[in-house]
Structures are given as structure tokens and as C-alpha cells.
């Protein structure tokens, strides 16, 4: 499975990313901001592919003029409302690389995966959420049309810290209301 947008391939993660994931994922300014540490090696980046990336859903953010993977975004596989299990619904994740910040991409992706998720996996709601501090990560998910839903402290196991979080909360309706104009 993979979904285009005007600029990027989002496509299965393949063991030969494992060199453009670690030259993002080695960056200091991307894993520990999202809850993760900066990867060691590209082999380290290898068996995130293999372990994390492989899930269902996830996708590597290729740039479709070079080939480059400089991210991953899709879904996490749990949310933070677990009291709602009549409703179908997902988090989304995703990092990008800081050489590719600022051009509007993360947005052009997560919307991309907001409608894969809403058509074709039959999403009623998707959740996203962010770290205090994480304010372009905050920044995506507005332009994406996510509402501020709750806030709370949080121990982040892959570093070591407590944090607060914030999630956000996009439903189907307030999708549709959003990409036909209305809102």
C-alpha cells in the first residue's frame, strides 16, 4: 500500500532505509523532543524499520524527485481515550527530517494518511499528540485540523522523563467539514 501527494511517495518502510532514516534519526533535534533517543547506528536504524516501521499503516516519507526517505508517518496503534471502544480510532505519528522542515511537508503527508485513514481503514476518529515543548509538532496537527482535547503528565519510558502531553483530536465529520471547504 502506498499513498502520494504531490511531493512525497509514502510507501512500506524497506530494510535499504535504513541509511536515510538514521541520517534524521541520529539528529538530536528530532527522536528526544517526539520521546525517543537520537539512533546509534544505522543498523540500530535497520531494526527500528524491522520492529517499529513495519507495522501496518506506517509509511516512509520518500521525497518522489531523489528517492530520499526523510521521515515516517502514520499510525501508532493506540490512542489516548481508551474508554471510547465503541468507536473506531487511532493515533498518528510521525518525525521528518530538520533539513526538511518548514516547507510545509509533514502537513502534506499527515493529511495524506488522514484520508487513508478515514476512507479505507473506516476511522470515526484519529488522535494525535504532542510533548511540551514540541510546539512544530503542535503546528502540524493544527494545520491538519486537529482540536486540543486534554493535557496530562506522563512518564516517557524510551528516555527516562516525566513530560506533559497534549492530544488533539480530529473525527471524520470534522475531516469531511475540512476538506470540502466548509470550515
Not at 506506517?58 to 526523510?70: D, L, N, R
Not at 518525525?95 to 476512507?119: C, H, I, K, N, Q
Request: glycine share 10%; proline share 5%; hydrophobic share 35%.
Amino acid at each position: 500500500m502506498s499513498l502520494e501527494t504531490a511531493r512525497l511517495r509514502l510507501r512500506p518502510f524497506r530494510d535499504s532505509d535504513a541509511a536515510d532514516v538514521y541520517s534524521y534519526a541520529r539528529d538530536p533535534r528530532v527522536g528526544p523532543i517526539a520521546g525517543w533517543p537520537p539512533h546509534q547506528s544505522v543498523e540500530e536504524s535497520r531494526e527500528i524499520i524491522r520492529i517499529v516501521f513495519s507495522a501496518p499503516g506506517v509509511f516512509a516519507m520518500e521525497v518522489k524527485e531523489t528517492g530520499t526517505v526523510i521521515g515516517s508517518v502514520g499510525f501508532v496503534g493506540n490512542h489516548p481515550a481508551g474508554e471510547f471502544t465503541d468507536c473506531p480510532d487511532d493515533e498518528i505519528g510521525y518525525a521528518l527530517s530538520p533539513a526538511f522542515w518548514g516547507r510545509g511537508l509533514m502537513p502534506e503527508a499527515v493529511d495524506a494518511v488522514l484520508e487513508y485513514g478515514f476512507t479505507e481503514l473506516g476511522l470515526q476518529r484519529i488522535w494525535c499528540g504532542h510533548y511540551a515543548g514540541n510546539w512544530r509538532s503542535k503546528r502540524v496537527m493544527e494545520k491538519c485540523g486537529f482540536r486540543y482535547q486534554f493535557s496530562r503528565t506522563e512518564f516517557v519510558k524510551l528516555v527516562g522523563e516525566t513530560r506533559q502531553s497534549y492530544f488533539y483530536l480530529l473525527t471524520k465529520e470534522g475531516w469531511r467539514e475540512r476538506v470540502s471547504g466548509a470550515v
